[in-house]
């Protein structure tokens, strides 16, 4: 049982560049999520989604799409990468109504 | 709107003396609370949950809805209490609302 695999681990971008996230989780978890996690900031919430083909915007979604074909999967895209968009960002799965979730182990994300 | 705030970016305590990481939040209803925490190289993971009520690790936190709060107590620290804590609201479909995170440091 992998939980929740996030790649790359590590990736550097030039401004203006796009690239894909990815977000994979084998618990048959309904619930996943996308958040960006900043310095003095802690984390907040990107997207999410309760179902494959239903998704919606989080607290910061501006610069990010995502879809969820399958249940297993959660891309998030950034279409023309920022600086601003330079952080951490973690994919979470769960169960609702446990208010549990899983993490992945994060994708640090450089954007020069 | 919803906001959930830890006032103390660091807190270091020795080893055997008591811990309190304090969360203060604002939200109109009837609030879902958490505590997670992150070991150095681990995973960000559930600490404990006000509904369960439980003691996790020896850490406990009582939900004051007069005070607004939900800090984490335990009464003696131990060196593997060394991580980042976030404290988070469940806003409805499992969307967490994070405070900015403490870094509690246990001294030997």
């Known amino acids: 049982n992998a939980g929740v695999t996030q790649t790359p681990k590590f990736q550097v971008l030039k401004t203006g560049q796009s690239m894909t996230l990815q977000c994979a989780q084998d618990m048959n978890h309904e619930y996943m999520s996308w958040y960006r996690q900043d310095p003095g900031m802690g984390l907040r919430l990107i997207h999410y989604s309760v179902g494959a083909g239903i998704t919606d915007q989080g607290e910061v979604p501006n610069g990010y799409n995502v879809s969820r074909s399958t249940t297993e999967d959660f891309p998030l895209r950034l279409l023309s990468a920022a600086p601003s968009q330079t952080s951490v960002y973690f994919c979470a799965s769960s169960y609702p109504g446990t208010g549990e979730l899983f993490f992945g182990e994060g994708s640090r994300l450089t954007v020069l | 709107a919803q906001r959930v705030t830890q006032p103390e970016k660091l807190l270091s305590v020795f080893k055997g003396a008591p811990v309190e990481l304090k969360c203060n939040y604002s939200?109109?209803?009837?609030?879902?609370l958490f505590w997670y925490v992150q070991y150095s190289r681990q995973r960000l993971q559930l600490l404990l949950r006000?509904?369960s009520r439980e003691s996790i690790k020896g850490f406990t936190a009582d939900l004051n809805k007069g005070e607004t709060s939900f800090h984490l107590k335990k009464p003696f620290a131990q060196e593997e209490d060394s991580a980042m804590y976030y404290c988070?609201?469940?806003?409805?479909?499992?969307?967490?609302?994070f405070g900015q995170g403490t870094r509690l440091t246990i001294n030997p």
């Open positions: 988070a609201l469940e806003r409805g479909a499992q969307k967490l609302v």
């Open positions: 006000h509904i």
């Open positions: 939200y109109s209803g009837s609030p879902e």
